[in-house]
C-alpha cells in the first residue's frame, strides 16, 4: 500500500499561478501512476492530470495548456503546476497512486486508483 501527502493547497486569485505536490511512501514513482483528482460538494471526483511510472502524462481538457504534473523521482514526489487558475479550479485536490509497470493508457478514473492522499484546498481570492 502506498502512502500519499499532498500539500500546497492556498488561495489564488483568478489568473494566477500554485503548485500542489504529493509525496509517496511505501513505493517507487518508477513503479507507479501518480494522478491528481478534484472533486466540489456535491460531486464525484474527477481526473485531472496524472502521470505514469515512464513519465508519460495525461490531462483533461480542462487542464489542457495550464497544468502540468511534474515530478521528482529522487524525492518520491509528484507536482501538479497550476496556472491561469480559474474559478472552476477552486476545489478540494486529492492525489492518488497505482502500481503500474506496463505500457497503456493511462486510467483516468477515480477507480483505478486505490491508494490515496488527504484532500488540499485550493481556495479563491478577489
Known amino acids: 500500500q502506498v502512502q500519499l501527502a499532498a500539500s500546497g493547497g492556498g488561495s489564488v486569485q483568478a489568473g494566477g499561478s500554485l503548485q500542489l505536490s504529493c509525496s509517496a511512501s511505501?513505493?517507487?514513482?518508477?513503479?507507479?501512476?501518480m494522478a491528481w483528482f478534484r472533486q466540489a460538494p456535491g460531486n464525484g471526483r474527477e481526473f485531472v492530470a496524472a502521470?505514469?511510472?515512464?513519465?508519460?502524462?495525461a490531462d483533461s481538457e480542462s487542464a489542457k495548456g495550464r497544468f502540468t504534473i511534474p515530478r521528482e523521482i529522487a524525492k518520491n514526489t509528484v507536482s501538479l503546476q497550476m496556472n491561469r487558475l480559474e474559478s472552476e479550479d477552486t476545489t478540494v485536490y486529492h492525489c492518488?497512486?497505482?502500481?503500474?509497470?506496463?505500457?497503456?493508457?493511462?486510467?483516468?478514473?477515480?477507480?483505478?486508483?486505490?491508494?490515496w492522499g488527504q484532500g488540499t484546498q485550493v481556495t479563491g481570492s478577489s
Open positions: 502521470i505514469s511510472w515512464n513519465g508519460g502524462t
Open positions: 492518488a497512486a497505482r502500481y503500474d509497470r506496463e505500457i497503456m493508457p493511462i486510467i483516468r478514473t477515480a477507480s483505478g486508483y486505490p491508494d
Open positions: 511505501g513505493g517507487s514513482l518508477s513503479s507507479l501512476a
